[in-house]
């Protein structure tokens, strides 16, 4: 492999950066995009028990609700509502915090992953520029030569557009996969918020 890397000359030492990149994003939001860890285990009981707190007009602190924005990365939004309610907030104050609370979340759900799909866009095309680089030099610095000698230097350019497309097509469908988690995660979110804020506010439920 190592000879590989060596035969293929410069352009393919850009396309092993963005593949090491690319694995790392992947290995990076595949743990983060886990439904444990962004709903932990009881983080939802823990939740619905101290709005039911609220519901029932007993006191909370800001410990509580602190101790609930910490349970996980949708923590905050929760932690949101929550405080709007004790606070006394109408229920448009409170929809109009969360909404601006959600931007921040939706961006963390999303973090790398529009570096995923440019590097599964680049990569084919650093492999075709890698080999149109190695015919320039073949032709450019051998001249024709034999055929043999031809043939070896094609195989060699031809590296890097195999190495492209070795790097673009797990990338891409690997894109695919976490866009699809991103968006169930987010999906879930808006259901438990939608239950949350009809708990909190019963008379403004159908404005979430």
């Given amino acids: 492999m190592y000879s590989i890397l ?3 000359g410069w352009p393919i030492w850009p396309l092993l950066i963005i593949s090491i990149i690319g694995l ?5 939001r595949a743990w983060y995009l ?10 939802l009981e823990s939740v619905f028990k101290l709005a039911n707190t609220i519901s029932g007009g007993k006191s909370v602190s800001e410990a509580e609700i602190t101790e609930i924005s910490q349970l996980s990365p949708v923590g905050p939004l929760f932690a949101c509502i929550l405080r709007e309610r004790v606070s006394g907030n109408p229920a448009d104050s409170a929809l109009e915090e969360l909404q601006a609370s959600a931007q921040t979340t939706w961006l963390k759900l999303d973090r790398y992953l529009g ?14 520029f890698g080999t149109v680089v190695g015919m320039i030099e073949i032709f450019g610095s051998q001249g024709v030569g034999s055929p043999q000698q031809l ?3 094609i195989s060699v350019a031809l590296y890097n557009t195999a190495f492209g497309l070795l790097i ?7 894109w695919r996969g976490l866009r699809a988690m991103a968006n169930q995660r ?3 979110y808006e259901e438990f918020t939608r239950q949350l804020f009809k708990k909190l506010y019963p008379n403004n439920a159908d404005k979430k």
């Fill in 151 to 153: 043939a070896h230097g």
């Fill in 186 to 188: 987010q999906h879930e």
């Fill in 6 to 8: 060596l035969s293929a």
């Fill in 34 to 43: 886990r439904q444990i860890h962004i709903f932990p285990k009881d983080s």
């Fill in 24 to 28: 790392a994003i992947i290995l990076e």
């Fill in 115 to 128: 570096a995923l799909a440019t590097i599964a866009t680049v990569a084919p095309l650093l492999g075709l």
């Fill in 168 to 174: 673009a097509i797990p990338a891409l469908a690997a």
